[in-house]
């Protein structure tokens, strides 16, 4: 499929989304692939609200972005901030990066900082849209296009699922769209400033984030990895590898 083709795709799932599933909600970590998605968004759904999460721990390059966005789009995108008084307990019996600490912390900490204004942002919503590609990590990969998120008790858009990461900066290239300068770092894909890191040629394009966790169980808790729930035996998969991931930066 030509990049004007899956773009087409896209287009007819957010046909469907604007027209079926309101209210619906586009949750925008202006990532790579979520800015694909903003400036479509921007640019042809009105009726479709868009949100970011703002964990508090977010690196400086992400508030630029949203300042490029807002001069880009007009559009001030609006900001979720995790609950003060669990933050607080959170850092008081745990430091303010217990999250290295251990498995537990980091989920804990994600689901204070991510998971809970997750759930206050889609209130009342019938779907919400994101900017998973399947092959982002190994937990991703049964992920479907539509699904029921009984998470958060609504449907689940993801419409760049079967993008490659070459769409996706073709995409950008093609359209002139702002990015997160952190990308042309080396960050495949970027979260929060203490949980992300570059990557070099030939890593996973996630292992930028929590390395030093097993890169079979690495989600933050929005997406939750359906194969837990599914199978009770340790998955060893090929991980997905960017053959030359300096290379892709060059080109964009
Ligand atoms: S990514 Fe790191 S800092 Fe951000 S919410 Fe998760 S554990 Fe906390």
């Known amino acids: 499929m030509t990049l004007d083709q899956k773009i087409t795709e896209v287009r007819k799932v957010l046909d469907t989304v604007q027209a079926d599933y309101a209210p619906a909600a586009f949750a925008n970590s202006f990532g790579a692939e979520d800015m694909v998605l903003m400036d479509l968004i921007a640019r042809y759904y009105p009726d479709i609200g868009i949100f970011t999460l703002d964990t508090g721990r977010l690196p400086e390059e992400t508030y630029s972005l949203m300042k490029k966005v807002a001069d880009r789009y007009g559009i001030r995108v609006p900001v979720y901030f995790p609950d003060p008084a669990a933050v607080e307990a959170y850092v008081a019996q745990n430091g303010p990066n217990g999250f290295y600490d251990s498995v537990e912390l980091r989920k804990s900490c994600c689901h204070i900082r991510k998971v809970e204004p997750l759930k206050r942002a889609l209130s009342g919503k ?26 958060n008790g609504l449907q689940k858009f993801s419409p760049l699922l079967d993008w490659s990461l070459s769409d996706v900066w073709d995409y950008l290239k093609r359209f002139d769209v702002p990015y997160n300068a952190l990308h042309d770092k080396g960050y495949a894909s970027i979260g929060c400033a203490p949980c992300t890191r570059a990557i070099t040629p030939g890593e996973d394009i996630r292992a930028g984030r929590w390395w030093w966790e097993d890169p079979e169980i690495k989600e933050c808790g929005l997406h939750p990895d359906k194969r837990r729930a599914s199978a009770s035996s340790v998955f060893v998969e090929k991980k997905p590898v960017v053959e030359d991931l300096a290379l892709s930066y060059q080109e964009r």
Not at 133 to 139: E, V
């Open 126 to 151: 019938r779907a919400w849209i994101t900017g998973l590609r399947r092959d982002q990590a190994p937990t991703r990969k049964d992920l479907a296009q539509s699904e029921f998120d009984a998470g």
